[in-house]
């Protein structure tokens, strides 16, 4: 068929015939022909960021009857003059042009798609003190607006979190720092801040102990001996405390223990700027575990040696411990788990009833479990053996 510009009729005759007789009458049909619709739409802005999308729209609508549609409702009568969109998201918009002619079904469409998002604003609000000393860990509240991800920098680090949320940054580091703040939006809007010198860190000192003995060592009767030197760094002031005592600006300390138990001395370091820095060095004098069997007592009612047990230094040390006391005919006369019990010779401590143990010979088998400590991690069960006689 041809393309016309115009509704064209065209005549169409049709006749059969043998070589060049022509045996029939003509059969005639009237064509007509409508121009094929037109459908074309083009707008300034399709894609905006802010309040309202003004789109300005063009379009072709020839050949037919054109019909709009759009996705986001009733477009107004004056449409497509200074039409606006004030409706966040994505909508679309159409044209159809179908011809009129009588009998025709001709039509043309064409889609545009038209996107508003709200415009971000990025924005933050340091919570904590803008200077501090290192390491410095800022509180930084998001107040952006409109934005569904926040994407942060600060020099090296960076990283993400939900609007509104507050960001722990820690800073190890002395100096200023800057910050870039983005608030990212619906359909890839987005608003960046960018702040110099927002955060401060000032330089702290580092406190340091030296210690002339290690933190664990075993107790001696003729006492301990330690000295402390002041090792810190960037300090204008130190100050000790040990127990109860505190003591300014000293390099070197000394002190004697003669009894074991757990200590510790404690260093505070101070800057020109206000910083501190605090450690501590905790030692122990670790008791050790003595143990002494007698090997006889007097069970005889007098209260003078009437009881017989081993006499143990460092008690609290013992994390098992088993005594038994056995007669020649192997036979049990006392059992214990408790070091703090002894043996009254069968439980009678009557002179009358001790004629048949009075001097007799008993043998004691003593296991022993050492609580475990830094000095022996993994101790092994301590085993004695002896004989102790009861005696007038």
Known sequence: MPTVGVETNFELSVQAGIGESLCSTPLQWTITVVPEPIASIDAGVTFYCGDALY???????????????????????????????DQSGETELSLTVTSQSPGASCSA??????????QPVAGFEVVSDSVLCAPGT?????????????????DYVGGWLDPGETLNLLLPIAGQYGMVWAALGEGGCNDT?????????????????????????????????????DVSLGGDSTI?????????DESILSFFYEDPGIYAISQQVYNEYGCEDTVSFRFEIIDELEIHIPTAFTPNGDDINDIWKPVIAG???????????????????????????????????????LEDVQNSLFMYVLRVLPEATPLEPEPKWLEYTGHVMIVD
């Open 109 to 118: 469409s064409e889609t545009i798609s038209l996107e508003l998002y709200p």
């Open 315 to 353: 008690e609290s040390r013992i994390e098992a411990y088993h005594l038994q006391v056995i007669s020649r005919s192997h036979q049990v006369m006392f059992e214990t788990f408790d070091p703090s019990r002894g043996w009254d010779a069968l439980d009678v401590p009557r002179p009358e009833k």
């Open 55 to 85: 789109p300005d729209v063009e379009f072709d609508a020839s050949h037919g009857l054109a019909s709009w549609s759009w996705s986001g409702g009733e477009l107004p009568e004056d449409f497509p003059e200074n039409w606006s969109i």
């Open 193 to 229: 801040l960018f702040v110099y010198d927002v955060f401060e860190v000032l330089p702290s000192p580092d406190a340091g102990i030296w210690s002339s003995q290690p933190a664990f060592v075993p107790w001696s009767m003729e006492g301990t001996e330690f000295v402390f030197n």
């Open 138 to 154: 800022f509180e930084i509240l998001d107040t952006s607006e409109d934005a569904v991800e926040i994407a942060w920098y600060v």
């Open 240 to 248: 000790w405390t040990i127990g109860d005592s505190t003591i300014v």
